[in-house]
């Protein structure tokens, strides 16, 4: 199966600085990527769906400016947390969507393995 | 509001037994995927039914869409500690834009995720 790659597989960082995440689609070309919140033992809430060349698109209460989210290669999506504060501790997982199969199959999207952020 | 509603949201059960876990809307989906997530990790895609009325298996796993695309299953039949985690339904939007290479796009709904024990 296709095979998305996330780094850091967590962080811990300082209240008040950034943090980037990664998100890599290894062997098929993604034009739209998705960020996804999750809290323990919790489902995925999704943040943004990001297009590759053009701005992402915020869900409702996502405050874009602290999340940004730069889409620039059809390989690399990446999530920059800024100023982080703890109560932006959380999973963020990225999922890509295989734009050749996702054609084909009319379904496919495929999960990185998250990155566990922990402000303090 | 949660658009697909999942149950029961937490198993608990000895090896060897049955089960079954429900996904529901109001709402029709395009397409119904079933993941499974282990703890720090992402989601793994199982399954995608796409037909109304569709079923799928998968060793001891059994996936049905329902006739009208509105709800699905997931039945485990003789369940071992390994099929221990957690369970996500999420069911794709029918989408109305196109990304920049011509497919549909149509954002997943997950489930709040059922989440599973299996004992020995």
């Known amino acids: 199966g296709a095979v998305v790659s996330q780094h850091p597989s967590w962080v811990i960082c300082k209240s008040g600085t950034s943090v980037k995440i990664e998100c890599r689609s290894l062997?098929?070309?993604?034009?739209?990527m998705f960020w996804y919140r999750q809290f323990p033992k919790q489902s995925l809430m999704l943040m943004a769906t990001?297009?590759?060349?053009?701005?992402?698109?915020?869900e409702q209460g996502v405050e874009k400016d602290k999340f940004l989210i730069n889409h620039a290669s059809l390989t690399l999506s990446t999530l920059t947390v800024t100023s982080a504060h703890p109560e932006d501790s959380s999973f963020y997982i990225c999922?890509?969507?295989?734009?050749?199969?996702?054609?084909?199959?009319?379904?496919?999207?495929?999960f990185g393995q998250g990155t566990r952020l922990t402000v303090v | 509001t949660q658009l697909l509603e999942q149950s029961p949201q937490f198993l608990s059960i000895q090896e060897g037994e049955n089960l079954t876990v429900y996904c529901n809307s109001s709402?029709?989906?395009?397409?119904l995927q079933w993941y499974r997530q282990e703890p720090g990790e992402g989601p793994v895609l199982l399954v995608t039914?796409?037909?109304?009325?569709e079923v799928k298996k998968l060793k001891r796993l059994t996936f049905q869409f329902g006739d009208a695309r509105k709800d699905s299953s997931l039945h485990i039949t003789a369940a071992q500690p390994g099929d221990t985690g957690l369970y996500l339904c999420?069911?794709?939007?029918?989408?109305?834009?196109?990304?920049?290479?011509?497919?549909?796009?149509?954002?997943?709904?997950f489930g709040r995720g059922t989440q599973l024990t299996v004992w020995p």
């Open positions: 999922s890509a969507r295989d734009s050749q199969r996702f054609r084909q199959a009319g379904t496919e999207a495929f």
């Open positions: 062997d098929f070309q993604a034009t739209t």
């Open positions: 990001s297009n590759e060349g053009s701005k992402a698109t915020y």
């Open positions: 709402s029709v989906f395009s397409s």
């Open positions: 039914v796409v037909t109304g009325g």
């Open positions: 999420a069911g794709r939007g029918v989408g109305s834009t196109l990304d920049s290479r011509g497919s549909t796009l149509g954002r997943l709904y």
